[in-house]
């Protein structure tokens, strides 16, 4: 397995807000996290990712124990974070914010480079020089993902990559993931929109207020109209 999750357990304060999260990707993987709002989908990644501190449990990246590793060490190792806030340097031109995430090649991983990218997202190949903060949203949703790529990961965590993006950009972004996982990318991927990890995942988990309450293919869940009803019905 790529990536595997055990007993995971997350706190914000005295705050219990993941309880005993299990899951698992496997290479070339596209699986989806899905829930409703506040149901832990961002910490299930920051937590992961080693961006929430107080936290326990076994996180297992590429066969190496990950769970107390600082998140610096952890992406340098080859797991990529999109984060939902997109955070790019809105002062920075789209090549300059893609030269930012720049890593060196890595064993057992897609290699990327600019050229490649705008091949990728054509969006971007059009407005090299343009600064960050004067792009749409959905263009700045593809800027973070690519200039994720740059670090050429192994294993990308994409949070709520189609929220508040047109019809247009989400087909594009759909594209995009199935091209990154052509490449050879695994990808956990967390969605509200159940038509869109439709479209792009092998398997899906459910969360709901800090648990995993379903885990199978896309099939499964199908077939499965009470639970699909149940936890992601608005």
Not at 76 to 88: D, K, N, S, W
């Amino acid at each position: 397995m790529k990536l595997t999750v055990n007993d995971l357990n997350s706190f914000y304060g005295p705050a219990h807000i993941l309880f005993d999260i299990a899951l698992e990707v496997g290479e070339g993987e596209v699986v989806a996290l899905l829930g409703r709002n506040g149901a832990g989908k961002s910490t299930t990644f920051r937590s992961i990712v080693g961006l929430v501190e107080n936290r326990s449990g076994r996180i297992m990246f590429e066969g190496k124990d990950v769970s107390r590793e600082p998140t610096h060490a952890i992406v340098r190792g080859g797991l990529g974070y999109v984060p939902e806030e997109r955070r790019i340097f809105t002062d920075l031109t789209v090549e300059e914010n893609l030269e930012v995430g720049r890593q060196p090649k890595r064993a057992g991983a897609p290699q990327w480079d600019r050229e490649k990218l705008f091949k990728l997202f054509p969006n971007l190949g059009e407005m090299r020089n343009r600064p960050g903060g004067r792009m749409s949203g959905g263009e700045q949703q593809m800027l973070t993902i690519a200039r994720t790529l740059m670090g050429n990961p192994s294993l990308v965590l994409l949070d709520e990559p189609s929220e508040g993006l047109s019809p247009k950009i989400v087909e594009q972004m759909v594209d995009a993931i199935l091209a990154m996982k052509k490449e050879g990318v695994s990808i956990v991927v967390s969605e509200q929109n159940l038509h869109f990890a439709r479209l792009i995942s092998d398997r899906a988990y459910i969360i709901e207020r800090g648990r995993i309450c379903f885990g199978g293919t896309m099939a499964e869940l199908d077939a499965r109209p009470d639970i699909r009803d149940a936890h992601l019905s608005l």
